[in-house]
């Protein structure tokens, strides 16, 4: 059972344009929605987080859009340079002490 | 910052044999670490979450058995795996939470590349 599911698993993206992630999540108790930045053979990296009481958090080029009645929410990464090329996955947890859930990832890649 | 090292990075062994992969807390106490396994091209999948002085809770399908998690301080936490077969080849990722942290941020190992032969 995919209790957050993520689209699409592959993404090309030309140089300064924006890239696009989707998850959607199921469970309605899910309170924290990290997205993390994994590069080949290395672990992963958190690179934004929110809570559901916010419908946007933005960090330098990176911004979470959250859609709670949907149960959806988004990566944006504006002006995408070559070297944001990596797998990014979207996950959800509940709580301050329960485990995350990670989506199935998703391959960016970010073309000159 | 928050760092989390794995040692070793790259371990191939023998069918049948045991590894022990170490995840620690540099600078930092964890009082939860979790155990994380990926397959290529594929999700992180929790296999267990390790709690310091107490026993491991694992996940569904995971052999407690076949994968031995200690966590006797609260800066290291040990996977080992027994009478390992190829299939158990994988990238092996623990993570850690802080100590008293308010939130849900866990911390990354760079992760241990398991091949058994």
């Known amino acids: 059972q995919q209790q957050v599911k993520q689209s699409p698993q592959s993404l090309i993206v030309q140089k300064g344009g924006i890239s696009i992630i989707n998850c959607a999540y199921e469970?309605?108790?899910?309170?924290?929605f990290p997205w993390y930045q994994q590069f080949p053979g290395k672990g992963p990296a958190l690179l934004i987080a929110?809570?559901?009481?916010?419908s946007e958090k933005k960090e330098g080029r990176f911004t979470i859009s959250f859609n709670k009645s949907a149960k959806q929410f988004s990566l944006h990464i504006m002006d995408s340079q070559p070297g944001d090329s990596a797998t990014y996955f979207c996950a959800a947890s509940i709580g301050g002490y329960q485990k995350v859930t990670f989506g199935i990832g998703t391959k960016l890649q970010v073309i000159p | 910052g928050a760092v989390v090292s794995q040692h070793p990075s790259r371990v191939i062994c023998k069918s049948g044999t045991s590894v022990k992969i170490e995840c620690r807390s540099l600078?930092?106490?964890?009082?939860?670490m979790f155990w994380y396994r990926q397959f290529p091209k594929q999700s992180l999948m929790l296999m267990a979450t390790?709690?310091?002085?107490?026993?491991?809770?694992?996940e569904q399908g995971v052999e407690k058995d076949k994968f031995l998690i200690n966590h006797a301080s609260l800066t290291l936490s040990t996977l080992t795996v027994t009478s390992a077969h190829p299939e158990d080849s994988s990238f092996y990722i623990c993570?850690?939470?802080?100590?008293?942290?308010?939130?849900?941020?866990?911390?990354f190992g760079p992760g241990t590349r398991l091949t058994v032969l």
């Open positions: 469970n309605t108790a899910f309170d924290y």
């Open positions: 390790s709690n310091e002085g107490s026993k491991a809770t694992y």
């Open positions: 929110i809570r559901p009481d916010v």
């Open positions: 600078d930092f106490q964890a009082t939860t």
């Open positions: 993570s850690a939470r802080k100590r008293g942290s308010t939130t849900d941020t866990q911390y």
